[in-house]
Structure formats: structure tokens, C-alpha cells
């Protein structure tokens, strides 16, 4: 199996995990204050994290080489979490997760601008059609006659810092084993939403500990497979794949919570997805 075609399953596999993840957390903000949520899902992340490298390696590999960027990456993960977890309280899961599918589209200009992979005119062209649909999405005034929901704009942010989050995933993995990477993805973002817990903390019951405790789980796992898709294949082949979370987040929407996707947030992910496929296809070989 080629090094790109394992990353792809790779990232396929993590798409999977974070939609688990993502209707897990849309429960959660019925009962639970959002910076409660975010806290003790990378509080479960790290633990869960940490027993598996126990289990499996006898030891935790916590010396980086890079912890100044570890904890950057952290806490981009921390940004896109909170927004996102934010948006989940006010607008559909299909809706939110339509305009964080502009991810991708910044990942592959980052990668150009940061990593220096090569993203030509018609890779720059599939951007700026990805970034369309963005404001497709976004359901503003003069196509739908009616003022977006200022919490549509909340998972804009989330698309950004989770795009750098996936940059400097790409760098680490030069630099870090991915046992370390995973471990200190949630060691940051943790401590900082710490500092909030005093002043919004309630006390969850036996179900609101589970689902909890299951936000890291999936968290932790589709992170681990998202290191070990970037370390594998490039961030401007990878990142267009996500758009095929927009089945199983419709699906989701639709079937836990009974909230279908409208016509603009199916309208705005499939042009997000077609600059996605432009950015995506490989450039012709001169």
C-alpha cells in the first residue's frame, strides 16, 4: 500500500471518529456549560491517551522536541473546539460542520504559504471556489433575503485554527513520534480551559460522566489516526477529503436531533467540496 493511499484511510477513519465525537458534544451542550464540555473532553483525551501509550509501550513519551509548538498546536485544537462546541448550542450539527469545510481550503493555501508544498493556479483556483461556498453557507442577505445566524460564523473561526492545528500537525510529524504528538494535544488546551471551571463547573450525573468520557475517547482516537494520516501522505491532499463528513454530520443531524440540512447548507458544502476536488486533484507533470 502506497504511503498516500494509507494516509487517505487514515483520514477517512478519523472523519468517522469526529462526527461520533461531534453528536456526543451536541448532547452535551443541552445539559452542560460549553467551557465544562471542552475541558473534560481533552481532560478524558489525555488519560485515555495516556493509558494506551502505557499499556502499549511501557512508558510515556512526554519529552518533545518541538513543546513550543506542541502547545501551539494545542491550543488551536482548544480555539476550534470552543467555537465549534459554542455554534453546537445554537445551530443544526449539519449547518456547523458545513462551514467548518472551509478547513480544508485554508489548510491547502497554509500548506503553500507555511510548508512550502506546491499548489499551482488551478489549486489556487479550487481555493477561491471552496471559499464561494463558504459565503454560500453562511446564507448571506442578497441570496437568502434574511440575516444569517451570527452563530454560523463561529465555525468560520473553528475552520481557520483547526487548518493551523492541521499545519503544524504536519510539521510535528517530522519532528515528534506520534505517541508524543497525540499525548500533548490535549496538555495545553486542558490547562488553559482549567481556568474557567471555578466559575461555570455543575456536577455531571452517571450518563453526563459517560458521554464525557467518550468525547475522548473518540477525540483521542481521531487524532491519533489524523497524525499518523499526516505523517503519511500531504496536507493539500488530505485536507479536501474531510468533505465526506458532510454524509455522515447530515445523517447525524437529521436522525438524533431532527434537524435536516436547508437548501443553502447543501448548496454552500457542494461548492466547498467541488474547490475541494480542484485542490485535490494531482497538477499534470510538465
Not at 34 to 51: A, D, E, S
Not at 118 to 133: C, D, E, H, K, Y
Not at 228 to 252: C, D, E, G, K, V
Request: net charge positive; aromatic share 12%.
Amino acid at each position: 500500500m502506497s504511503p498516500i493511499l494509507a494516509g487517505l484511510l487514515f483520514q477517512f477513519a478519523a472523519i468517522a471518529l469526529f462526527v461520533v465525537l461531534d453528536t456526543l458534544t451536541k448532547v452535551l451542550t443541552a445539559h452542560y456549560p460549553v467551557p465544562q464540555i471542552v475541558f473534560m473532553r481533552f481532560v478524558f483525551h489525555t488519560v485515555m491517551v495516556g493509558l494506551a501509550l502505557r499499556l502499549a509501550t511501557g512508558r510515556l513519551p512526554w519529552r518533545s522536541r518541538a513543546p513550543g509548538m506542541e502547545a501551539v498546536r494545542s491550543l488551536c485544537l482548544l480555539v476550534a473546539n470552543g467555537f465549534f462546541v459554542v455554534a453546537l448550542f445554537h445551530i443544526p450539527l449539519a449547518d456547523a460542520s458545513a462551514v467548518t469545510f472551509a478547513s480544508p481550503i485554508f489548510t491547502a493555501a497554509l500548506a503553500a504559504l507555511v510548508l512550502g508544498e506546491t499548489v499551482g493556479r488551478r489549486r489556487w483556483a479550487g481555493i477561491a471556489i471552496g471559499l464561494v461556498g463558504v459565503m454560500v453557507a453562511l446564507r448571506p442577505p442578497f441570496l437568502t433575503g434574511e440575516t444569517p445566524h451570527w452563530a454560523l460564523f463561529l465555525p468560520l473561526g473553528t475552520a481557520f485554527a483547526f487548518a493551523a492545528y492541521q499545519i503544524l500537525t504536519r510539521k510535528l510529524s517530522v519532528v515528534d513520534p506520534p505517541g508524543t504528538i497525540i499525548l500533548h494535544t490535549g496538555l495545553a488546551a486542558g490547562a488553559v480551559a482549567a481556568l474557567a471551571q471555578p466559575l461555570v463547573w455543575q456536577a455531571p450525573d452517571g450518563f453526563g460522566w459517560l458521554l464525557m468520557a467518550l468525547t475522548g475517547v473518540f477525540g483521542g482516537g481521531g487524532h491519533y489516526l489524523l497524525i499518523q494520516a499526516y505523517s503519511r501522505a500531504p496536507a493539500s491532499i488530505l485536507a479536501p477529503m474531510t468533505y465526506t463528513q458532510l454524509i455522515w454530520a447530515t445523517l447525524s443531524s437529521a436522525l438524533f436531533f431532527g434537524d435536516p440540512p436547508d437548501r443553502w447548507t447543501l448548496l454552500g458544502a457542494a461548492v466547498i467540496a467541488t474547490g475541494g476536488v480542484v485542490v485535490a486533484w494531482p497538477e499534470r507533470r510538465r
